[in-house]
């Protein structure tokens, strides 16, 4: 992330004035879809561009994203670029949907094993993740790294919980070499 400060900053304001307006909901979900776009390399290095000017950067955003976003939303995007902050949109709108998260009581979690896992198993964890840590709702992002040779990893709040063989091969692997009854040999 570029500039945490500054994406909390209008993060907020965009939340508030959502909130004002009573289009979170609306927010959120373009913040979304902006994030995903936002991805994409080119298109970050044409927000991040200084060749390109204000308007035209105001020009390819409506072009890309007034048929489908909120007002609100593209009022926002316009102040932002001709403010000269565009490069920071995507670490904005990241802070934006992390601030919805905290206010809606939903926990982010990615959840990695060595194999894809059925539905059943991520409902588990979910139920299980809402009843220890006394949440609204998890939202679960499931992913598969072969790497981890079995088991699970899960990743929320800053914390990692790890239960991969490859985490206990590694712990294995420490003790050994850092035993003091080989090192006499």
């Known amino acids: 992330m570029g500039n945490i400060k500054l994406a909390g900053r209008y993060a907020k ?23 995903n776009i936002a991805a994409d390399r080119e298109f970050f290095v044409v927000m991040k561009s200084p060749v390109i000017k204000a308007d035209k ?10 048929a489908s976003m909120n007002e609100l939303t593209m009022a926002f995007f316009r102040i932002v ?7 920071f949109l ?20 990615q959840f ?9 198993v991520i409902n ?9 840590l006394n949440l609204k709702d998890v939202e679960i992002t499931n992913s598969v790294d072969e ?3 079995g088991g699970f990893t899960l990743e929320f709040n800053n914390q990692l919980i790890d239960a991969s063989i490859l985490h206990d091969l590694n712990a294995i692997r420490s003790q050994f070499t850092s035993n003091e009854y080989n090192k006499q040999f």
Do not use: C, H, W
């Open 81 to 87: 670029i001709t403010k000269g902050r565009e490069a």
């Open 124 to 132: 588990t964890v979910k139920s299980m993740l809402q009843t220890q």
């Open 13 to 35: 304001s965009l939340m508030d004035l959502a909130a004002e307006k009573n289009a979170i909901e609306a927010v959120f979900t373009d913040a979304k879809l902006f994030n």
């Open 147 to 149: 790497k981890l040779i």
């Open 112 to 120: 990695t094993s060595a194999s894809p896992v059925d539905e059943k």
């Open 57 to 66: 950067k105001i020009a390819i955003f409506n072009t890309l994203f007034a």
């Open 90 to 109: 995507r670490d904005i709108m990241i802070e934006f949907v992390a601030q919805y998260n905290e206010r809606k009581g939903i926990m982010p979690v």
